[in-house]
């Protein structure tokens, strides 16, 4: 692994992305703006890299503002998170009328493209105003971000640096960077264009069923490189490139052409600032379940994460192997997340009826079979939870990457240790090889996987655990930002490790 800070791009980095790497709130009191930091993985390797290039980062703020002038405030003194260091000018707000903005985030990137892109077509809603919505709010982001483009290339202008280097994240920005690149073009800017998407991409009976699909397909390939979390999402979006719009490609390179320029396709897997969760889990203090095995879910509630499955497996687990009860305990952890859309109320109320369900059928004076925390829980609340638990059950229906599969055998510190139980669609499962591996559609077979788990013999476990936490440690985040760098050709030249992909 490599710490973060210690290498850098040849030029400045611009990162565009839905939501800015803290959230704006006003305090009641005193009426001001401050940032509340968000703790994310993925901010922790890329805002050193911004930092220290006199980079910037523009994304919405997590509020709307009657004044898009006021200013944003400089971090709090107290601040420890990676962005402290991100003085506000270098941040990038932008604002779009709430109306607007809803049509774009619930209607079309949480109502279409989550489900779409997961494989889940019958939830997608395909509504012409929502696309207007995404595409009018994805124009305005290339146009700030062109803005700060200008300003760098001023800025650099007596002392030339590298290319800048743009990058563009996520399903929210499909269509950004290509009117990126035209802006750019027409003031004679230089800069180079990455985008990485960090949920799958679906293949092409799934992805052509979006009415607009050919224009998703030409916004990504406005960029230089194009990264997703495994090989099957590169395969599936170079299919999609061929058949939709009947590009030249090569599969075996991983490339696309397109509009006269040569598109590169990479799988770039995506890992966790493992360091920070084993010291977390060194400090945390024990969790007290007494005497309890504890198998554990985290995830936000979002009907893509198997939650439902996985409470019918374990309620299978205690109806078939009825020596698990009063012995094991389910904590699921589930984040509220998009609550505005329906189909995320619906999950909720689906969950409190299934767990009410099965707590009154097997609860007894001195148990309860599941443990519910609706709501969010600190990084050493959570660190403790990977630690001290006996088994993660991490079965997505389907997942881009998954990080919760990574942050517990990081956080696996005890001897022995416990096991991780992943789905095979999870990007996550592609690589995790020892974890054992269930399919969260066949209810049976997934409990008795968990019932394995839990009479594993301790040299297995061991063994599995230690081979699972070497390769997390190996491939964690700032491996996976030192990457991106080498891919674009912006990793410093002293910094470079050879090949990385
Ligand atoms: P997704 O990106 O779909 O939410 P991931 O598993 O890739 O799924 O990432 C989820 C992130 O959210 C992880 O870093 C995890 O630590 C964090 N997280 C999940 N649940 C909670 C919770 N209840 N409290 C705090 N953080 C959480
Ligand atoms: C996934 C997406 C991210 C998103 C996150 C939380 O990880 O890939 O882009 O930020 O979920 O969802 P939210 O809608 O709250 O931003």
Redesign the pocket.
């Known amino acids: 692994s490599t710490e973060p800070g210690s290498f850098t791009s040849n030029g400045s980095m611009i990162v565009v992305?839905?939501?800015l790497p803290f959230v704006l709130k006003r305090n009641e009191l005193t009426g001001q703006l401050e940032r509340k930091a968000s703790a994310g993985g993925l901010v922790t390797a890329v805002a050193p890299v911004v930092i220290s290039g006199n980079g910037v980062w523009v994304g919405w703020p997590g509020m709307h503002m009657d004044n898009p002038k006021e200013p944003i405030p400089e971090s709090d003194p107290n601040d420890r998170t990676p962005t402290a260091g991100l003085l506000s000018r270098k941040v990038v707000a932008v604002h779009v009328e709430p109306t607007v903005f809803d049509s774009y985030?619930n209607g079309c990137?949480?109502g279409t493209f989550w489900p779409l892109f997961h494989s889940m077509p019958d939830r997608a809603t395909f509504i012409a105003d929502h696309w207007r919505a995404y595409s009018a709010v994805n124009e305005e982001f290339a146009a700030k971000t062109v803005g700060a483009l200008e300003q760098i290339t001023k800025e650099q202008n007596n002392q030339p640096n590298g290319t800048p280097l743009v990058w563009v994240?996520?399903?929210?920005l499909m269509l950004a960077a290509n009117w990126i690149r035209q802006a750019a073009d027409e003031k004679h800017l230089r800069c180079k264009l990455g985008f990485f998407l960090?949920?799958p991409f679906p293949p092409w009976d799934i992805f052509r069923l979006f009415p607009w699909a050919d224009e998703i397909l030409q916004g990504m390939l406005g960029c230089d490189m194009v990264g997703f979390h495994i090989q099957d999402y590169c395969l599936n979006f170079v299919d999609c490139c061929q058949r939709c719009l009947g590009c030249r490609v090569d599969r075996k390179n991983l490339l696309v052409e397109h509009g006269g320029r040569t598109v590169r396709v990479r799988p770039l897997p995506i890992g966790i600032p493992f360091d920070r969760f084993v010291s977390l889990a060194e400090t945390a203090s024990k969790v007290m379940l007494t005497n309890q095995k504890i198998v554990l879910g985290v995830d936000?509630l979002d009907y893509t994460k198997g939650l439902v499955h996985r409470l019918k497996a374990f309620e299978l687990l205690l109806e078939k192997h009825p020596e698990h009860r009063e012995q094991v305990t389910m904590l699921q952890i589930a984040v509220p997340?998009?609550t505005d859309v329906r189909e995320y109320q619906d999950l909720k109320l689906e969950m409190d009826q299934l767990i009410g369900r099965i707590n009154g059928r097997f609860t007894t004076p001195n148990w309860s079979p599941i443990r519910y925390i609706y709501g969010c829980v600190s990084q050493d609340e959570l660190a403790a939870f990977y630690r001290d638990a006996a088994v993660a059950l991490v079965t997505p229906l389907r997942d881009?990457m998954n990080l919760v599969a990574k942050e517990f055998v990081a956080c696996q510190i005890n001897t022995p240790p416990g096991v991780l139980i992943v789905s095979p669609f999870a990007g996550a499962g592609e690589m995790m090889h020892e974890a054992l591996i269930c399919n969260p559609y066949e209810m049976d077979e997934a409990a008795e996987v968990i019932h394995r788990a839990l009479t594993m013999p301790e040299d297995e476990r061991t063994l599995r655990m230690n081979h699972l936490r070497r390769r997390e440690r190996i491939y964690d985040v700032n491996y996976w930002m030192k990457s991106f760098l080498q891919v674009m050709g912006s990793l410093e030249e002293h910094d470079s490790v050879g090949a990385t992909t």
């Open positions: 992305s839905n939501r985030y990137c949480n994240h996520d399903y929210h960090h949920i936000r997340s998009r881009g």
